[in-house]
């Protein structure tokens, strides 16, 4: 069996092999992240990110495989961080130009669909309540619950935050709601069962 030896191309020669290849696929590019994002600079944004990465990952590239498609992959695979990115950033606004009015007006329009049962019941509660049902809880249970309810962080992020595994999270906050809901059944503010 004879193995023969490739030279490994420069990276002058990889470079100009990559914009060889590339250029005439611009045009399928920029159509490709126009119908993604729907504006004409967010697609250019996205193709000049997607050549980036693409020309850095250029070495892991096979040839006999369809360039074209790896780069559509990529571009993609871009867009998509790019989107999930944007939904996790909170919307930034300068605080000179905001009023107490603006905040309440802002407050009263935000949906509550997404949180849970438990959530919205824990934020009508008088603090007083609250707290004290809370200082029931053991300090595992109480912590989960002040991130992930209160701080209004993802399970995953908790997890990250407190060093513990996403499992753990989500277990410890399972039981402190239980318990939450022992704790404050007898509130005042407990449901009561109606005669009919």
Known sequence: MTVTCVPRPTDSEAADRFARDAQPLFGALLRRARGLTKTTADAEDLVQDTLLHAFMGYHTFRDGTDFKAWLLRILYNRWVSGFRAKQRRPSEVPVDDVAEGDLAV???????????????????LPDGD????????????RTVLFYAEVQGHTYAETAMILNIPRGTVMSRASRGRARLRVALDASAYAP???IA
């Open 106 to 124: 802002s407050a009263a329009r935000t949906s509550t669909a997404s949180r849970s049962a438990e959530s919205e019941a824990l934020t009508r």
């Open 130 to 141: 609250l707290r004290s049902a809370m200082a029931t809880l053991p300090e595992d249970f």
């Open 192 to 194: 009561t069962a109606q």
